[in-house]
T-cell receptor, first 117, second 112 residues
Framework: GAVVSQHPSRVICKSGTSVKIECRSL??????MFWYRQFPKQSLMLMATSNEGSKATYEQGVEKDKFLINHASLTLSTLTVTSAHPEDSSFYIC?????????????FGPGTRLTVL | KQEVTQIPAALSVPEGENLVLNCSFTDSAIYNLQWFRQDPGKGLTSLLLIQSSQREQTSGRLNASLDKSSGRSTLYIAASQPGDSATYLCAVRQLGYSTLTFGKGTMLLVSP
């Protein structure tokens, strides 16, 4: 199957700092990428959808100025958590969809565990 | 607004048993439904994707069915193994949307 990577896999930072998480589709071009967050024992909650070269579409309740998403190329999307606070600690997962021969399947990255002290 | 419910929330079975995980959704106007597996602290692995026009999909010991009119899907796991222990998530993509709505998952434990 398709491979999606995330970097870093785990990050610990101090309150007030910004953290950037990268999501890459390694063997296909991702026309659409999605960012989710997941709290312990909870399901995935969609944060935003991004299409290459255009602004991300954020879900209701997600602060676009706090969670900056950039989808600069067909293989890379980044999520920057600005001025992180302890309540931003969560598991962040990206997914990518390529369309075409890969159809409608979303391929998920391994996730990034963010801990804000 | 689409809501996805998975029952049971947790399931523990001995190795070798056949089992069924359930997923229900409130809006039957779906584009497709997907089953995922998530190991602790890891991302999601896609298991099966069923288009709205399909009734079932099979992959190895896994069989997923879809009854769109009643808003239900089941994931059948045959001859369960300890390696099947994980959380299984059901996700629905609604017609006209590109996003997925996830259930909370069923945490499966298969004991040797």
């Amino acid at each position: 199957g398709a491979v999606v990577s995330q970097h870093p896999s785990r990050v610990i930072c101090k309150s007030g700092t910004s953290v950037k998480i990268e999501c890459r589709s390694l063997d296909f071009q991702a026309t659409t990428m999605f960012w989710y967050r997941q709290f312990p024992k909870q399901s995935l909650m969609l944060m935003a959808t991004s299409n290459e070269g255009s602004k991300a579409t954020y879900e209701q309740g997600v602060e676009k100025d706090k969670f900056l998403i950039n989808h600069a190329s067909l293989t890379l999307s980044t999520l920057t958590v600005t001025s992180a606070h302890p309540e931003d600690s969560s598991f962040y997962i990206c997914s990518a969809r390529g369309g075409g021969a890969r159809g409608d399947t979303q391929y998920f990255g391994p996730g990034t565990r963010l801990t804000v002290l | 607004k689409q809501e996805v419910t998975q029952i049971p929330a947790a399931l523990s079975v001995p190795e070798g048993e056949n089992l069924v995980l359930n997923c229900s959704f409130t809006d039957s106007a779906i584009y497709n439904l997907q089953w995922f597996r998530q190991d602790p602290g890891k991302g999601l692995t896609s298991l099966l994707l069923i288009q709205s026009s399909q009734r079932e999909q099979t992959s190895g010991r896994l069989n997923a069915s879809l009854d769109k009119s009643s808003g239900r899907s089941t994931l059948y796991i045959a001859a369960s193994q300890p390696g099947d222990s994980a959380t299984y998530l059901c996700a629905v993509r609604q017609l006209g949307y590109s996003t997925l709505t996830f259930g909370k998952g069923t945490m499966l434990l298969v004991s040797p």
